[in-house]
């Protein structure tokens, strides 16, 4: 929790301490995804994204708090360690929850989410 609290005090990701899994409607989602189109592991996917719509987030519950935890700021090689894989987890969790209007190719899907063999 300390690496997620100074990631959130530095701007990095959303309030850490939520249990609400929806994001409200006036939530700026364009906005997020802008903020990491440039990043080197899913940037261009963020682009694609961008690019055919955003499919607005249909699941989730919102449970009065604070909206889910999110990526808010890029992460252009400032972090590293324990940091930068929160950041991408913050991402990995966020992602499906943001969708492509259009099916998304397997390759997309595999650099957005980190997998690699």
Request: aromatic letters at 6%; a positive charge.
């Amino acid at each position: 929790m300390n690496v997620a609290e100074h990631l959130y005090t530095q701007g990095y990701i959303s309030y850490p301490r939520t249990e609400t899994t929806s994001y409200p409607a006036n939530f700026d989602l364009k906005g997020v995804l802008q903020q990491q189109s440039n990043n080197p592991k899913w940037g261009d996917v963020v682009k694609k994204v961008l690019s055919e719509g955003i499919n607005k987030p249909r699941s989730g519950e919102d449970k009065g708090d604070h909206p889910p935890i999110t990526p808010m700021k890029p992460n252009n090689g400032q972090l590293s360690g324990g940091r930068s894989n929160l950041i991408s987890s913050c991402m990995r969790c966020c992602s499906p929850q943001i969708g492509m209007k259009s099916k998304p190719s397997t390759e997309s899907v595999v650099r957005l989410i980190g997998y690699s063999h």
